[in-house]
């Protein structure tokens, strides 16, 4: 059969470690044979941002903004030991925080439901939809390793010279300092973000920080979503028979798990960091949840949501034999594909994704999965599979729709 013709070239932002292995083996086995794949192709592996100074970064989040569509492989956010490991020239952002700040978007997170794998908590019989804010607090802090005595204080200067002081802390001894940051149009277009997906998904949407403690900071989350709602989304909601409510995050958390699910749960950036992480650990694996960025202007980033799988890819360095569970990078490939399909009207393109995933999800559902599945499944015959024979399973299950 003829390959299917794109437009539109994609991002490709290739990573790091185990999952840059998959990556390449997802192309070759699930993409190539099928499409004529057209991709701008940046190397976001760490040795090339190193190199590069990580300008390599910032020119595949001005590429997403020029093409609109991108597909990001998992990378290393390095700490000191990443430092000594690949002789690095510094500490480099997490790639993820400079292309989420340079687009300005909202990182929607579900998890990838199978038969075969129930989640934890029993009552949850549809995927929680994680919104998290994409742009600043602690993933663009300052901080200060305090030596020893002295004050702390936090200023701000107007354009004018005017100045906003007030004490941190007085410190007795040696301690540490964290700055951390927002703006209102940031938190604006997030709550616009959160509001516009709900309604295309028709899904009830959630809120939640902690305003009684962060009286300033969290406080200003809570009211410009309420003035957003307000002025912009309350007569929608309730003509599409939705809900918004806001809630403390510790009361969130307690009532996410007496719920049934099918909604979206918005955060903020750490809160949405950790709690897609819980979300996805109890619906199977980190491993089986989507994840895409979306910009105000409609610009679409697809990543997998975990990390690049050292152990593993230290084990397939030496030899060993590993069984990498490629459902979210697969997905991250199927959900850019499909919103390139649409946005360049190619149907066949749409298809293909809507076919892939399925095929994935049969191939699971009929007993043939990766050793973290293995271990959860209620299935009863269950073959496991190494890295590579699942995919390749994945194709021959393609082959058959």
């Known amino acids: 059969m003829a390959k299917i013709q794109m437009k539109t070239p994609l991002v490709e932002m290739d990573g790091d470690e185990m999952t840059r292995i998959l990556w390449q083996i997802i192309k070759d086995e699930l993409l190539l044979p099928y499409i004529d794949l057209k991709t701008e192709y940046y190397d976001l592996g760490l040795e090339y941002r190193n190199e590069t100074n990580d300008q390599v970064t910032v020119d595949s989040a001005e590429a997403t903004k020029k093409y609109g569509v991108a597909v990001k492989c998992a990378t290393i956010t390095p700490n000191a030991a990443r430092m000594t490991e690949y002789n690095l020239k510094e500490m480099w952002k997490s790639p993820n925080g400079t292309i989420r700040a340079a687009l300005d978007g909202t990182v929607f997170r579900a998890p990838i439901q199978v038969k075969g794998i129930e989640p934890c908590v029993k009552n949850w019989k549809k995927p929680i939809t994680l919104a998290r804010h994409a ?75 902690k305003d009684t403690i962060s009286k300033k900071y969290d406080h200003n989350f809570k009211d410009i979503f309420e003035e957003v709602y307000e002025k912009e989304y309350k007569d929608k909601f309730e003509a599409a028979g939705l809900e918004y409510f806001y809630t403390l995050i510790d009361d969130a958390v307690a009532r996410v798990m007496k719920t049934e699910g099918g909604f979206i749960w918005a955060c903020k950036n750490y809160d949405g960091d950790v709690m897609s992480d819980m979300v996805s650990s109890a619906c199977g694996s980190l491993a089986m949840m989507t994840s895409v960025l979306v910009s105000p202007t ?24 590993t069984s990498t569970n490629s459902v979210a990078t697969i997905f991250a490939w199927t959900g850019a594909l499909r919103k390139r399909g649409e946005l360049d009207e190619i149907p066949e393109l749409v298809t293909f994704a809507d076919k892939l995933e399925k095929a994935t999800l049969q191939t699971i559902e009929e007993g043939k999965m990766t050793k973290d599945l293995a271990l959860i499944t209620s299935l009863e015959e269950v073959t496991v599979l190494n890295s590579q024979d699942f995919i390749k399973a994945i194709r021959e299950t393609l082959e058959t729709l």
Do not use: M
């Open 135 to 209: 742009y600043g607090d602690v993933y663009k802090n300052t901080e200060i390793k305090v030596p020893g005595k002295g004050k702390a204080e936090l200023v701000f200067t107007a354009e004018d010279g005017t100045e906003i002081r007030e004490i941190i802390h007085n410190f007795d001894g040696p301690g540490i300092l964290q700055g951390i940051h927002n703006t209102d149009q940031s938190i604006t277009s997030f709550a616009k973000a959160c509001f516009s997906y709900a309604l295309d998904t028709k899904q009830d949407l959630w809120f939640a920080t």
């Open 298 to 321: 409609g610009v679409y980033e697809y990543e997998a949501a975990h990390g690049t799988v050292q152990r593993h890819y230290y084990k397939h360095l030496e030899g060993e034999e």
